[in-house]
């Protein structure tokens, strides 16, 4: 398993269950224990000022049904039911819960349904780190047996020609030429910065000086915006328009 540490708050209306779910949460070394709630309301209210992952949440409860209250949770936050009564499995698992667990329950059912939000919030916090390693300032480039360090903020566009790639530079009146695939480097670029326009085109977002219909104008060149990647093109304009 992961080295992150999952948030949670366990909410029932159940002193002796709230107790039974703090000794467990305590002995799982990936769970960290932010607040015991006795209603869905208390943990309404303590997760507005501090969101958390993860809640083990009752379903029978007054006021507010553990079932209504997950329908109310941000996207992020997930939930693994617990209650005595196993008719409500079904609206457990349709309102997406990471688990159900069936009063009254042990440390060893308890750790399995822990383990799958670990095994959950691993993919998720994965991806969001991969996506922030991503937000880099430069690359080294080979080229011409050197390998050649650019600054992204000064990328215009990346040409590409078949096996080669140009990469057009600020105040550079000649590229520098590279042995690589436009497809490759996509996937190295911060998604936030670039985006490709063409086939044989990667354009500097903030570089852009004219929209023009379909075409785009950096630094006087034309480049055409294809079909196949206007609609994520508009989106971006649509974002970013007064």
């Given at each position: ?43 309404m209210e303590f997760i ?25 949770l941000p996207q992020e ?139 785009i104008i950096i630094n ?23």
């Amino acid at each position: 398993m992961s080295n992150i540490k999952i948030t949670c708050v366990i909410v029932d209306d159940e002193p002796m269950a709230l107790n039974l779910v703090e000794s467990y949460v305590q002995k799982t070394p990936f769970l960290e224990l932010k607040k015991k709630c006795s209603s869905a309301i208390e943990a309404m209210e303590f997760i507005k000022e501090e969101p958390v992952d993860l809640l083990f949440l009752d379903i029978q409860m007054p006021d507010l049904t553990g079932i209504e209250f997950s329908r109310l949770l941000p996207q992020e936050t997930r939930v693994i039911f617990t209650t005595a009564f196993d008719q409500y499995a079904l609206e457990g698992f349709k309102v997406e819960a990471l688990d159900y667990l069936l009063k009254p329950f042990d440390y060893a059912e308890f750790l399995a349904a822990a383990n799958k939000a670990n095994t959950w919030f691993s993919m998720v916090k994965g991806k969001q780190s991969n996506v922030v390693s991503k937000e880099k300032d430069f690359l080294f480039v080979k080229s011409e047996y050197k390998q050649i360090r650019i600054k992204l903020a000064d990328v215009l566009y990346f040409e590409g020609l078949k096996d080669y790639i140009k990469i057009w530079i600020k105040d550079n009146p000649k590229p520098i030429l590279t042995l690589m695939s436009l497809k490759s480097l996509e996937e190295e670029l911060p998604e936030t910065q670039f985006m490709r326009v063409h086939r044989s085109f990667i354009v500097s977002l903030k570089n852009i000086d004219v929209i023009e219909r379909s075409q785009i104008i950096i630094n006087k060149q034309r480049i055409t915006v294809s079909e196949q990647y206007k609609p994520k093109f508009l989106e971006f304009v649509n974002n970013n328009s007064l």
